[in-house]
């Protein structure tokens, strides 16, 4: 029930394409729900993250987008860089409860 | 953004040496602080929580006589790898976050090659 899964593991995509990564997961007590973005030989970084009272969210480039009652939710990265090339973690935890589940990561290579 | 730096960023030891590793939160107070582990192309792993002035908690199979934390201030918490062997050879981050708040930040992370 802890459990994120996390797909692909791997993900191949041209300059301007749109990056999608996927997460699903089992607990319903789950209510937040982070990105991190991870450059190799660094530690990982926040990038987005969204509650469950919204479907959508948005900061620039990345959107992310949430079905509470499929309890999916995505990392969509528009007009893809090469520098957006980097692994990519969904995380899940609640409120209250520092402690966060990592998905098993992405790793996001943007060819020019 | 909250900063968090790791001191040292990379560290060589021999076998059976112990191994001190620092987490600062720079810019906030963390009452919590988190360390990691991550093997090659992997994803994080859990080592253990601790919370400012109190005892650390371990995940499932973390020997916590091997990995001694302490987190003596609201911005420092050290990872001590004690009698290191090169099975103990990984990358470990750490991550802290403020009363209250659910979001993790994470230090950039230190090498250990134990030789």
């Known amino acids: 029930q802890q459990q994120v899964k996390q797909s692909p593991q791997s993900l191949i995509v041209q300059k301007g394409g749109i990056s999608i990564i996927n997460c699903a997961y089992e607990?319903?007590?789950?209510?937040?729900f982070p990105w991190y973005q991870q450059f190799p030989g660094k530690g990982p970084a926040l990038l987005i993250a969204?509650?469950?009272?919204?479907s959508e969210k948005k900061e620039g480039r990345f959107t992310i987008s949430f079905n509470k009652s499929a309890k999916q939710f995505s990392l969509h990265i528009m007009d893809s860089q090469p520098g957006d090339s980097a692994t990519y973690f969904c995380?899940?935890?609640?409120?209250?409860?520092?402690?966060?589940?990592f998905g098993t990561g992405t790793k996001l290579q943007v060819i020019p | 953004g909250a900063v968090v730096s790791q001191h040292p960023s990379w560290v060589i030891c021999k076998s059976g040496t112990s191994v001190k590793i620092e987490c600062r939160s720079l810019?906030?107070?963390?009452?919590?602080m988190f360390w990691y582990r991550q093997f090659p192309k992997q994803s994080l792993m859990l080592m253990a929580t601790?919370?400012?002035?109190?005892?650390?908690?371990?995940e499932q199979g973390v020997e916590k006589d091997k990995f001694l934390i302490n987190h003596a201030s609201l911005t420092l918490s050290t990872l001590t790898v004690t009698s290191a062997h090169p099975e103990d050879s990984s990358f470990y981050i750490c991550?802290?976050?403020?009363?209250?708040?659910?979001?993790?930040?994470f230090g950039p992370g230190t090498r250990l090659t134990v030789l």
């Open positions: 991550s802290a976050a403020g009363q209250g708040t659910d979001t993790q930040y």
């Open positions: 607990n319903t007590a789950f209510d937040y």
């Open positions: 969204i509650r469950p009272d919204v």
């Open positions: 995380a899940a935890s609640y409120r209250g409860y520092q402690k966060v589940t």
């Open positions: 810019d906030f107070q963390a009452t919590t």
């Open positions: 601790s919370n400012e002035g109190s005892k650390a908690t371990y």
